[in-house]
């Protein structure tokens, strides 16, 4: 069984940073691009971040330009999201996902893991 498990989120002020891991088992890690979700109780499941296989390529959605950063280490199995100039609207549970290749649509991605909150006070 495919394995995605995210780690590092908490309670933060505005202003604040963090720094999210997500670590794969049992996948061809290398051969995924992996993406950031996230997502608010009512609404729906937003794109973040997006970094291709070789980690070449990156993308991010408009709303996180500029503050956020996705990096990939494919000789630990894990891609990180990190979080600087945080903002009250950035609170949600963030989730990473692999794909076979780009989109901002969730039915691109093959697999998941369970999320982690992030909470942002004013």
């Known amino acids: 069984q495919v394995q995605l498990v995210e780690s590092g989120g908490g309670l933060v002020q505005a202003g604040d940073s963090l720094r999210l891991s997500c670590a794969a088992s049992r996948i061809s890690f290398s051969t995924y691009g992996m993406g950031w979700f996230r997502q608010v109780p009512g609404k729906e499941r937003d794109f973040v971040a997006y970094i291709s296989e070789t980690g070449r390529n990156t993308f991010y959605a408009d709303a996180v330009k500029g503050r956020f950063t996705i990096a990939r280490d494919n000789e630990k199995n894990t891609v990180y999201l990190q979080m600087d100039s945080l903002k009250p609207e950035d609170t949600a549970v963030y989730y990473c996902?692999?794909?076979?290749?780009?989109?901002?649509?969730?039915?691109?991605?093959?697999?998941w893991g369970q999320g982690t909150q992030v909470t942002v006070s004013s």
């Open positions: 996902a692999a794909a076979y290749r780009f989109g901002t649509d969730s039915r691109a991605y093959s697999f």
